[in-house]
């Protein structure tokens, strides 16, 4: 992000590039770019199946982007996966089964890895999401937006309440986790439609659900046609309701869209919201295995091939690969068990994780011993094919300064509610936590965040006000609670 960050006058803004004893947990990004229709609010990198999708050819694209990489995570163990979109639940079981399984045989996959899959109502059918939970899928995501007829509309979504409903129940049958998403803020919704559609929603005791602002992007149909939005104070009074409903229900607000049900079934989603595992450096430093050794492993199944789909060929795909470094010198700490619904894909996100992003558009954060990298893959679905079939996906790539790190980690940790462990600024930064001292403090007179020796939170106030308190790690100025 330009602007500079707040750390440029530290004496850290020498420090080239952060350092770190531990490499954060790894997460595994998987994007499937088409839908059935493009929705006039969405920036995501999508594009509507017209005529078809190739999906054997993609998925050909995505086992040949994951063997590129692999240089960059060799040895380093998968907690989650996510499949998002676009609307990946356009592909067939079978491909599912083919990412998955050559997933499984280049990567360590943790046994209770959370693998979740993103849906839309209207893509639903019962024997399709039941052969994709064989596949090893273990949460669902479905986009529900709104059960009102009029806002759907609105929104340009291909389903009506009927299909919202039957794709849940749909949901419900199969995957023990699933989460729902709700959008508030529409046009013409007042607090009672928000209410009503949480309180649908609730109906169907979703173990997790996500509740968005609608917010109007650019390149998108709405920011070319703005429609008529409830103004900030009806959008703010929506959310309180919409944060007291969910409260009165048991579900608890983690983060700044997403809410919890403690005790619910949480398939794969151990880990408590500091995500305390690690990845030791291994003791050779930390370099990739030669290209040779890279070069055997994807001799394993051809990059440019779908793995076999028999019963024998999908068993042998599943079963894990020993990479060199498992059992010499890598070590991974697994985290604590808790048995609410967090989705631990986006807490690795909120924590400052390691994630590989793979397919059109992907984004990757990876951390090494001296440095963060983060790359962009190409975005047009036909590009992206073309170049990681010729070798290389990857559009850009960038070193993380040490001045830039401590804004981008507070503005993923400061949308946790209850904040994040003072000790994993440095762990996950790879900078002490002495570097944004006066940020801190600056907010914390400001009244923007809580803190002590162990933890540092956003106050109510510094959660309302999230975009002022992230300004102060910016070294931009802020007036939170003037606006």
Known sequence: MSGGSGLAGSPLAARRSPRFATL????????????????????????????GMPEQEYVSALIADLDQALPLVWGRRVYSVFIGGGTPSLFSPQAMDA?????????PLASDAEITLEANPGTFEAEKFRQFR???????????????????????????????R??????????????????YGLPQQTVADACADIEA?????????????????????????PPRLPDDDAAAAMQAAIEALLAEHGYEHYETSAFARPGAPAEGAAGSNDLELTDAIPKSGGSAPDPAGDARLRGRIPPTHIPDLSPKGREEARAPLLLPGEGSGMRDRAPAPRSDARCRHNLNYWTFGDY??????????????????????????????????????????????????????????????????????????????NAVLKELDLAERRGLIARDHLRIAPTPLGQRFLNDLLQIFLGEPAHAGNS
């Not at 954060?24 to 005529?51: M, Q, T």
């Not at 479905?142 to 919202?164: C, M, W, Y």
């Not at 558009?361 to 790359?375: E, M, N, T, W, Y």
Request: aromatic share 10%; proline share 6%; with cysteine.
């Open 24 to 51: 954060p947990p790894l997460a595994l990004y998987i994007h499937i770019p088409w839908c059935v229709r493009k929705c006039p609010y969405c920036d995501f990198n999508s594009h509507e199946a017209r005529g």
């Open 99 to 107: 990412i998955l399984s050559a997933v499984r045989a280049r990567l």
């Open 134 to 164: 064989a596949t090893g899928i273990n949460r669902l995501s479905v986009g529900i937006q709104s059960f009102n007829p009029a806002h759907l509309k609105a929104l340009g979504r291909i389903h009506d309440e009927t299909e919202a």
């Open 166 to 183: 039957r794709a849940i129940e749909i949901a419900r049958a199969n995957f023990d986790n699933f989460n729902l998403d709700l959008m």
């Open 201 to 225: 929603a609730i109906g169907f005791a979703p173990p997790h659900l996500s509740a968005y602002h609608l917010t109007i992007e650019p390149n998108t149909y709405f920011h070319r046609f």
């Open 356 to 433: 590989l992003g793979i397919g059109a558009g992907a984004h990757s954060k990876l951390s090494f011993p001296d440095r963060i990298v983060r790359q962009v893959r190409c975005k047009q679905p036909k590009q992206y094919m073309t170049s990681a079939a010729e070798g290389s996906a990857i559009r850009q790539e960038r070193e993380v300064s040490a001045s830039e790190v401590g804004f981008e980690f507070m503005m993923n940790a400061l949308r946790l509610t209850e904040g994040f462990a003072a000790g994993l600024f440095a762990e996950r930064a790879g900078v002490p936590l």
